[in-house]
């Protein structure tokens, strides 16, 4: 059984970065298709970014192209969203899921099977 929990949460001013993590447990990050939703007060899920088990192939919203970078470390069994520039609109809960190999698309929610219990991310004006 997967079991994926986030941390680096928190509070920060605009402009300002933070690096979440995803620490995967029962099966090597390597094997998983990963990525991050976020939902914001009041809306609906949506993706963030996600990268698959090769490591290679990186997917990004466009809301956060050129400011996040979705990464891993092999080693670490962990996943992690590095944000800069943030802006107050990325305020929300933040969300890593697994896929194992579904066929469906990255972006969507569909083919991720196992979520973390997700970490708030704040940003301030």
């Known amino acids: 059984q997967v079991q994926l929990a986030e941390s680096g949460g928190g509070l920060v001013q605009a402009g300002g970065s933070l690096r979440l993590s995803c620490a995967v447990s029962g099966r090597t990050v390597s094997s998983l298709h990963m990525g991050w939703f976020r939902q914001a007060l009041g809306k609906e899920r949506e993706f963030v970014a996600a990268i698959r088990w090769n490591g290679v192939n990186t997917y990004y919203a466009d809301s956060v192209k050129g400011r996040f970078t979705i990464s891993r470390d092999n080693a670490k069994n962990t996943v992690y969203l590095q944000m800069n520039s943030l802006k107050p609109e990325d305020t929300a809960v933040y969300y890593c899921?697994?896929?194992?190999?579904?066929?469906?698309?990255?972006?969507?929610?569909?083919?991720?099977?196992?979520w973390g219990q997700g970490t708030q991310v704040t940003v301030s004006s």
């Open positions: 899921a697994s896929d194992p190999g579904s066929a469906y698309r990255l972006e969507v929610e569909e083919g991720y099977n196992n």
